[in-house]
């Protein structure tokens, strides 16, 4: 069956390293997303792509960055990691269109010590 | 500011009762509204999806109605289950371009024995 995932599910790092979230779908879908929640907080969007080589910066961009070298995947780099950066991350993906249902992954706990 | 709100933040209810979630929102231009149910430690998944047009969609014990010109949805639960036992979400989709989703905070259902 098709799927989305996330590696690893929960990550403990400190602050100043360089930190990556996996994502990896096989639905072929050519949006993905990465989101982040944090206790009263509704999901917030920090990265987006439409397709293979295109990215785009979501609502809290900052400190985070993304690239799409294939269909499939959507890696998440924290460059410098930082307190305010403990949350947990969900990847999503979609077809696109107006109803534009999205997917989602079971989502990684990260804690920045 | 596009926000949307829900209330309750939390319910309990007891097994077999009904229950209404409530979700307000002022996103606009409105394209259209999605419910997702969100178990602990799990990504959201869909229950429903309205667009301007319609006025309720169900989904087995689940019915979503949405009043455009108050601006404001509900997610009625019918003969509620443990399993029901969940985060509901609230997603209001701004316009037909880019990637305007406005999360809500959620509302914490729990249902007792």
């Known amino acids: 069956d098709a799927e989305i995932t996330q590696s690893p599910r929960h990550k403990i790092t400190e602050t100043g390293r360089q930190v990556t979230l996996a994502c990896h779908q096989t639905?072929?879908?050519?949006?993905m997303f990465w989101y982040r929640q944090d206790l009263g907080h509704g999901l917030r969007l920090i990265h987006y792509s439409y397709g293979v080589h295109d990215t785009n910066k979501g609502e809290v961009s900052d400190g985070y960055s993304v690239s799409r070298s294939n269909t499939e995947d959507l890696p998440l780099t924290l460059e410098s990691a930082a307190s305010s950066q403990t949350s947990v991350y969900f990847c999503?993906?979609?077809?696109?269109?107006?109803?534009?249902?999205?997917?989602f992954g079971p989502g990684t706990r990260l804690t920045v010590l | 500011k596009n926000q949307v709100e829900q209330s309750p933040q939390s319910l309990i209810i007891l097994e077999g009762k009904n229950c209404t979630l409530q979700?307000?929102?002022?996103?606009?231009?409105?394209?259209?509204l999605r419910w997702y149910k969100q178990d602990t430690g799990r990504g959201p998944v869909s229950l429903t999806i309205m667009t301007f047009s319609e006025n309720t969609k169900s989904n087995g014990r689940y019915t979503a109605t949405l009043d455009a010109d108050t601006k404001q949805s509900s997610l009625h639960i019918t003969a509620s289950q443990l399993s029901d036992s969940a985060s509901y979400i609230c997603?209001?989709?701004?316009?037909?371009?880019?990637?305007?989703?406005?999360f809500g905070p959620g509302t914490r259902l729990s249902v007792l024995p």
């Open positions: 997603v209001v989709r701004g316009d037909n371009y880019g990637q305007n989703f406005v």
């Open positions: 639905w072929n879908h050519n949006n």
């Open positions: 979700c307000n929102y002022t996103v606009s231009p409105f394209s259209n």
């Open positions: 999503a993906s979609s077809v696109g269109g107006t109803d534009n249902e999205q997917f």
